[in-house]
Structure formats: C-alpha cells, structure tokens
C-alpha cells in the first residue's frame, strides 16, 4: 500500500539557484516575470516526516515552466519515488512497490492536493511563492479547520528575499511535514527532460 509519507514529497515538493548570481536579492520575485527571462529550473531539497508516517527523503527536480519532474531518494540513496507535475494533474510512480498513481488516487491519501494544485507547486519550486493561505475564506472548511502551512525563510538565507521552507501539520491525522529548498538554479536555456516523461510508459 501506498505510503502517506512519500505524497507528502510532492509539495515542494523544490527549485535551485541562479545560473545568475543576480537572483533574489532584495526582492520577492514574481513567477511571470521570472518566467518571461528563464526557460527551465532545477534544484535539490530534503523533506522530513514525523507522525504515523516518519522518515526523511531528499529530492532533486527539473521544471520547464508549467510542468516538473521529481525524483525522491531515501537516506541510503536509492531511488524511492518519481513524480510528474503537469499545469494541470499530478502522477507518481512508487519504485519500490512498481505501482503508478494518478491525480485522483493522490488526494484520496493527501487532501492537501485538493487545495495546492499541480501549477501552484511548480510555482514555488520555482520562486518560492506561497501557494496556500490559510486565512483564505474560499478554502474548504472541512480541509483549512484541519490543515496548517507555514512559509519561512532559512536564516542563513535570509537575504535571498524567498520561502526556501514549508511546514505542514494535518491536525486530523496528527502528521507534520517539513520541506526544505536546499538550492535553486534558474536557466536561460530550455532542459530536454523528454527522457523523464518517457518513464511513465514503463
């Protein structure tokens, strides 16, 4: 059966630095503009769980503007997870089980997922942007009365002006998610990830 733990990798699932140093100074950058001067984002990040489900994965990932792959690791550095993220729909292949889930399965075990949408994900990869409110009055009372996001800084990063880190509590399973952007790398050039979609054939 599926883990909690390894859905939980999907938000942030994370982006890398600047291939140029000028990158998040002293600004919060904007997606649009970002996007209108970058073609592709790639990054590394770590994700801890504690709760009915525990452990720590870290992920590395490859965006080309509304779409991203991710590929989670566990601590001894074996391949655990793939995830796809389109503008639009979520997919994540389990390696250790070889079982393939799509959107609708995804948030039957994380409800997050009805709120975050897969485009709101690759933005904060990408820029850091918060992609949920929890004050939001349109949030679904049954999902925001049980759900809490806090975006944060590293304060060793603070002067990149960006959220680099997400903690997640469910208040009705009791499970806390803490997700950290190690790095982000913006790219003028477009990435040929073609190769990873391919992945979902197998």
Same mark, same amino acid.
């Given at each position: 059966?599926?883990?909690?733990?390894?859905?939980?990798?999907?938000?942030?699932?994370?982006?890398?630095?600047?291939?140029?140093?000028?990158?998040?100074?002293?600004?919060?950058?904007?997606?649009?503009?970002?996007?209108?001067?970058?073609?592709?984002?790639?990054?590394?990040?770590?994700? +801890?769980?504690?709760?009915?489900?525990?452990?720590?994965?870290?992920?590395?990932?490859?965006?080309?503007?509304?779409?991203?792959?991710?590929?989670?690791?566990?601590?001894?550095?074996?391949?655990?997870?793939?995830?796809?993220?389109?503008?639009?729909?979520?997919?994540?292949?389990?390696?250790?089980?070889?079982?393939?889930?799509?959107?609708?399965?995804?948030?039957?075990?994380?409800?997050?997922?009805?709120?975050?949408?897969?485009?709101?994900?690759?933005?904060?990869?990408w820029v850091g942007q918060p992609?949920?409110?929890?004050?939001?009055?349109?949030?679904?009372?049954?999902?925001?009365?049980? +759900?809490? +996001?806090?975006?944060?800084?590293?304060?060793?990063?603070?002067?990149?002006?960006?959220?680099?880190?997400?903690?997640?509590?469910?208040?009705?399973?009791?499970?806390?998610?803490? +997700?950290?952007?190690?790095?982000?790398?913006?790219?003028?050039?477009?990435?040929?990830?073609?190769?990873?979609?391919?992945?979902?054939k197998y």
């Amino acid at each position: 059966m599926l883990q909690v733990w390894f859905f939980l990798l999907i938000i942030l699932s994370s982006c890398a630095g600047p291939k140029k140093d000028i990158l998040f100074l002293n600004f919060k950058p904007n997606y649009q503009d970002i996007i209108l001067n970058y073609s592709s984002c790639t990054g590394k990040g770590k994700i +801890i769980s504690n709760g009915k489900f525990s452990g720590a994965l870290s992920f590395s990932f490859k965006s080309q503007r509304d779409s991203t792959f991710l590929q989670f690791a566990d601590p001894l550095g074996r391949k655990v997870l793939l995830m796809w993220i389109t503008e639009d729909s979520f997919r994540a292949r389990d390696l250790m089980l070889n079982e393939q889930y799509n959107s609708n399965q995804l948030e039957k075990f994380f409800p997050l997922l009805k709120i975050m949408k897969p485009n709101d994900l690759t933005k904060f990869l990408w820029v850091g942007q918060p992609m949920y409110n929890n004050k939001d009055k349109k949030n679904p009372a049954a999902i925001s009365e049980n +759900i809490k +996001i806090d975006f944060s800084t590293d304060k060793n990063k603070s002067h990149e002006m960006v959220y680099n880190i997400v903690d997640f509590y469910d208040n009705y399973t009791g499970q806390k998610i803490k +997700i950290e952007i190690k790095n982000r790398k913006l790219i003028a050039e477009t990435l040929d990830i073609k190769k990873y979609w391919k992945l979902l054939k197998y």
